[in-house]
C-alpha cells in the first residue's frame, strides 16, 4: 500500500469509526454502480403501459437512487486499495457488515451475520470493531512509516 493512499484516507476519516463509514459508503456507492452487463438492451422495443391512462404519469413513482459522483467513487477506490492490508476473514467479515447497512436506518444486521458464519451477533460486532481498530492502525503505521523515510 502507498504512503500516499494511507495518509489520505487517515486525513479524510479522522478516526476509527470514520474509517468503518469509509467502508459503509463505500458498499453504498457499489450499489450505485452502472451494471457490467446491462440487461435492459436486449430489445430494440420500448415498454407500452397496456392502460392508456397510465402512460400520463398517474401510476407511482418508483425513485431510484442516484448514480455514485467522482468524489464517491474515489473513496470506494481508496476502500478497495486497502481492503488488502485486512487479514481476508476480516475483510470478509468487514464488507459484509458493510452491505448489509446499505439502505437501514438501524445499521449493520449483526444477527443475520452471525447465523451465516456460526457467530453470535455480539462475536460478530466486536470482531468487526477489531478489525477496522486493526486497520486504522495498520494504515498509521504506513503512513508514519513513509513521514519517517522523508
Not at 448489509?100 to 452471525?114: Q, Y
Not at 460478530?124 to 508514519?144: G, T
Amino acid at each position: 500500500m502507498e504512503e500516499q493512499k494511507a495518509i489520505a484516507v487517515l486525513d479524510h476519516c479522522h478516526g476509527v469509526d470514520g474509517l468503518a463509514g469509509l467502508f459503509f459508503e463505500a458498499a453504498d456507492v457499489e450499489r450505485r454502480l452502472p451494471r457490467a452487463i446491462d440487461l435492459r438492451v436486449k430489445t430494440g422495443w420500448p415498454d407500452a403501459p397496456p392502460d392508456p391512462g397510465l402512460a400520463y404519469g398517474y401510476n407511482e413513482v418508483e425513485v431510484r437512487p442516484s448514480p455514485a459522483n467522482a468524489s464517491e467513487v474515489e473513496r470506494y477506490d481508496w476502500a478497495l486499495e486497502i481492503t488488502p492490508a485486512m487479514d481476508a476473514e476480516d475483510a470478509r467479515l468487514v464488507w459484509a457488515v458493510a452491505h448489509s447497512a446499505v439502505g437501514r436506518a438501524r445499521g449493520p444486521r449483526w444477527a443475520l451475520i452471525g447465523r451465516m458464519q456460526g457467530l453470535h451477533a455480539q462475536t460478530v460486532k466486536r470482531r468487526f470493531e477489531r478489525a477496522v481498530l486493526d486497520l486504522w492502525y495498520r494504515l498509521q503505521h504506513v503512513a508514519v512509516r513513509g513521514c519517517n523515510a522523508r
